[in-house]
Every structure is written in C-alpha cells, then in structure tokens.
C-alpha cells in the first residue's frame, strides 16, 4: 500500500546521493516529500496516517522513527529470579588494565560479586563490588552493581560471571594490548543511540564491523521523553538492548543532554541522575574531580572525554583538568589523540547550529596546540566530517572569523546519527561551508582502525535499510608523527593513491 512508488524513488535518491550530489538530495527530498503529501491525502480515507508512513521505506529512515515496544525481544528479561540484566563494562583505570563491570538485579540486592577467570566457566577469580538504587519521579530503580576488576594482563580474553544459581549469567571481554605506539586498536564511534528499530540496526551493524571498543559521544537512552515511570523503565529497557555488545566490550561513556534529566516539575533537580547511577567512569584515574569529564590510555591512543554541559570555561574545574590533562599527553607513548564530547564545535546542520562555539573558543587553541588527530561529537542527527581547518585567529575587533585550512588542527567529526525517536537532522546550511568535508543526514556509525602510530583506517557506515554500506572513507595520517612521513612523501608508498586528511 503506496510503498511501491517510494522504494523507486528512494533507489533514485540513494544512486544520487552516491554521486555526492547532495544539493540534488534537497530538492529530491523536497519533492518526494510532496509526492508523499499526495500519496497520503489519496489514502486519507481509508487507512490512518500513522500507518501509510511507516509503509513507505523513503519515509522510514527520514521521519522521526518511534521506539520499539517495550515487550519486543531486544528488551528481553534474562530468565530465573533477580537475573542480572542490563550488563556492562567500561575501562576502570588509565591505561587498561581494569574494567568496571555493572549490572542490574531487579527483585532484591543480591550478589555484588564477580567471578572471573582466563578459562571458560573456570573462574578462579573474582571481585567484590557495591550496589546503590535511586528513586526518579515515582519511578524506584533496581539494585545496579558495579564491580572492579583490576590488575588485568593485557591482551587476554576474561571470562567472568555474575549472579546467582540458574540465575547466573557469563560473559567475556578482551583486555586490550599494552600502551605501545605502534599498537594496532580499533574503536567504534556512536552516539544518539536511543531505542527504535534504527537503533537497532545501527547496533547490529557496529557488531559487524570489527570494532573492539566505543567512543560513545553521548545521548544514550532518550528516556527522558517519557513521563513519570517511564522514565526508568526506559533507561532499563536501553541496558538490556545494548547489552549484546556492552556485556563483551567496553563503552567509553559521554554525558549528551538526554542525560541532564533536570525535571523541576516533578521534584528531579539533581542533573545526570540516572545517568552516573548508571554509567560509571574512571575518572580518578586521570585526576578528574567529576565523571563527567576524564580520560584513559588505551593501546596507542590517548582519549579526553568532555561534557558539554558542564562549566567549562576559564579557571572552572574542567578547563583546568583539561590543561593538566593535555600537558600530560605524551605521542611517543600514544600517538594519536582523540577528544570525545556531545555538541560538534563544527557543524554545518542547521539543528543545534552554532551550539559548540563557547566550547570552541574556550578549548579550540589547545586542541591546535596539541596537535589532537579527530574531535568526535554527536548531538546533531547526522553526519559530517570536516577538513583540518581552525579559527583561533577568530577577532571580533577585525571580523577576522572564518575558519582557515590549518595542518595542526583536528579533523572534526560528528556522528549523532545512531538513531533515536527524534529523527533525523535533515537539513544543512546551504551552500556547504569550506570547512565541511563530507555530510550527510543518514543513520550509521563510525569505524576507526588504528593500524600504527602513523596511520589509521576510518570509515563511516550509513545504514542503508537493513544493509551496511560504507559510505566516508578516510586514511588518516597521525598529526604528531605524520610530520616524518611528509618528508619521505616522495617515495612511492602504497598510500599515494589513496586519500589523505592532513
Ligand atoms: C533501596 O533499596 C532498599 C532495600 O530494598 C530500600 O529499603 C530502599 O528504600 C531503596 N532506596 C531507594 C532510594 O530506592
Ligand atoms: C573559506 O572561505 C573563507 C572566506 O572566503 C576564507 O577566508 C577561508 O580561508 C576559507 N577556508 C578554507 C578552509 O578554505
Ligand atoms: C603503518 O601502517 C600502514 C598501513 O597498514 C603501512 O603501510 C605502514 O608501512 C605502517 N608503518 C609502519 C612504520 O609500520
Ligand atoms: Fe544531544
């Protein structure tokens, strides 16, 4: 029922879009979406709109998508009493040789204990962890545990178990390998996930890609669209649903603004409740006084975690970790440096434009100064990449302020296009800025492959309905050693034919 029509047209929107042709994407959208009107208005009488939406496939990935009912199977209740459910695990100290294992129990405290080991289903190991529960609104959270497990061998797959009895659930993680430059690691990046069928593919295709760990750039559950109860209940049916990968890899957690939570209407005052319930941080081990902002070593990578809802301009407590932080960076040992925050500092999506410019004028000289190789953000419901360019020489007094190519500043990445409720961005600034590389308003995730110190692989992969296609490729060169590499450019490597972010 009028999903014939749509599905051609949205073949004749993707062939165009490959073209990156993507002022041709506007005016396509624009009059598919009149196609669509008159579509509708013919169906009007005999079926609800709701459902003539829904069976178009165009409409689908464009249209905010709903969250999956609760009863479906990627919330499914692990089975036997007080199972520990919603299972995850981030790294628990600097360097990775710890991991912090969180679960729930939903009918009494239970066991904060866990069992691991290098064997399966040998656990000659373990942990003793803690528990808290909180109440929000009138919603009471279950018993959530956290538990640390340290002084871990690198590179070692663990075992590890938790729970009770028929109750008892296992899992597996891998260590990942010493800090070494030339250590080769590769993480995912996603954000705005949220928990609608986009969501859900989104997931199953970041398990598909090889990623070993992810750089969550913030907005998680979107639970906060909810009322009263059900604000809780979806945190919970969010653990369950990325349980699939949290429970066996680590998420390097950041704060979006769906986890502020701040409800004065209904007595919740407390901002990022449910969230640091939830999602705990190493954040001592960088020296951090907040869990909000933090950073870990993890194989050749140095990562600094931000909140964009935090004070952050000068002399606050996260504008000096982050001059500490920064200053303690050391390339030889991790070549490549990644700052991880919500709102992009450079963005050419007409939603939430210019949202990063405080954060950019309070950090964006540093981030030049160090030399950082990649700035990922989400919080915009797309995706775009931009070339290496800075405004530090930003004056208001010479209305000297457009960005300009700079070799020493980040590449600026932004994927908020994991999936959730609220749709998609779908409209950029036009013309595309000189600084905006690459975008498109497409669900998908984000892959990087560090292969050494001196380059990395990285990718952004669209869903395309249901398939994985990679769409932005990018070889990455590491802006702290890259500088050798230019110099023996000449040779004829491998690499000159490919295409290169300085
Ligand atoms: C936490 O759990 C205990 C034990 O079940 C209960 O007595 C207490 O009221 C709960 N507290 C909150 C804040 O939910
Ligand atoms: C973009 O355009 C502005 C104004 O024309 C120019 O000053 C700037 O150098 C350009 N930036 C890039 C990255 O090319
Ligand atoms: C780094 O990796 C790239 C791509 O795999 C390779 O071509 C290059 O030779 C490697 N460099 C070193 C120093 O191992
Ligand atoms: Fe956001």
Redesign the pocket.
């Known amino acids: 029922m009028g999903s014939g029509r749509p599905r051609s047209c949205r073949r004749l929107f993707n062939s165009l879009v490959e073209q990156g042709n993507l002022r041709l994407k506007t005016i396509v959208m624009g009059s598919l979406f009149l196609i669509f009107i008159l579509i509708n208005s013919f169906l009007l009488s005999s079926a609800p709109i709701g459902r003539a939406k829904k069976a178009s496939t165009f409409i689908r990935s464009e249209w905010p998508s709903d969250d999956i009912p609760l009863g479906h199977e990627a919330f499914a209740i692990p089975k036997g009493y007080n199972a520990p459910q919603q299972v995850h695990i981030t790294q628990g100290d600097y360097d990775g040789k710890a991991v912090i294992i969180s679960w729930v129990t939903p009918e009494e405290p239970g066991s904060s204990k866990v069992q691991y080991g290098k064997l399966g289903h040998q656990y000659d190991l373990s942990a003793e962890g803690t528990w808290s529960n909180y109440t929000f609104c009138k919603y009471n959270s279950g018993y959530i545990h956290h538990c640390l497990l340290d002084g871990l061998e690198y590179s070692t797959k663990y075992f590890y178990k938790i729970g009770a009895g028929e109750s008892a659930r296992e899992f597996w993680f891998q260590t990942p390998p010493k800090i070494e430059p ?1 250590a080769a690691y590769t993480f995912g990046i996603v954000g705005d996930l949220g928990q609608t069928f986009n969501s859900l593919s989104t997931l199953e295709h970041y398990m598909q890609s090889g990623g070993q760990t992810v750089l969550f750039v913030g907005d998680l559950s979107y639970a906060d669209a909810y009322r009263d109860n059900d604000i809780g209940i979806r945190w919970d049916s969010w653990g369950r649903f990325v349980e699939r990968n949290t429970a066996y890899q680590p998420w390097i957690w950041s704060a979006g603004n769906h986890e502020i939570d701040y409800m004065p209407d209904v007595g919740e005052i407390r901002p990022f409740k449910s969230y640091l319930n939830r999602y705990p941080t190493p954040f001592l081990a960088s020296g951090s006084t907040n869990p909000l902002w933090y950073a870990i070593r993890r194989a050749s990578a140095h990562i600094i975690v931000l909140s964009s809802y935090s004070p952050f301009v000068t002399y606050t407590p996260q504008w000096i970790w982050l001059r500490q932080e920064l200053s303690k960076v050391n390339r030889e040992q991790t070549p490549w440096l990644f700052v991880v925050m919500h709102v992009p500092m450079y963005s050419s999506n007409d939603v939430h434009f210019m949202e990063g410019e405080s954060m950019r004028v309070a950090f964006e000289s540093w981030f030049v100064q160090y030399k950082v190789d990649l700035i990922f953000a989400g919080h915009v419901h797309a995706y775009e990449r931009s070339y290496r360019i800075s405004n530090i020489h930003n004056d208001v007094s010479t209305r000297a302020c457009f960005p300009v190519p700079d070799k020493s500043a980040p590449v600026y990445i932004t994927v908020g296009d994991g999936g959730n409720q609220e749709g998609l961005a779908g409209k950029f600034r036009d013309p595309q800025p000189n600084y905006s590389a690459f975008r498109e308003a497409s669900y998908g995730h984000s892959i990087l492959e560090i ?5 990395a692989i990285y990718r952004w992969v669209r869903n395309d309905d249901g398939k994985k296609v990679p769409t932005d490729s990018v070889v990455f060169l590491n802006q702290y050693w890259a500088s050798n590499l230019r110099q023996r450019r000449l040779k004829n ?3 000159k034919n490919h295409i290169f972010a300085f």
Request: aromatic share 22%.
């Open positions: 030339d292969k050494n110190r001196t380059h490597h491998w690499w």
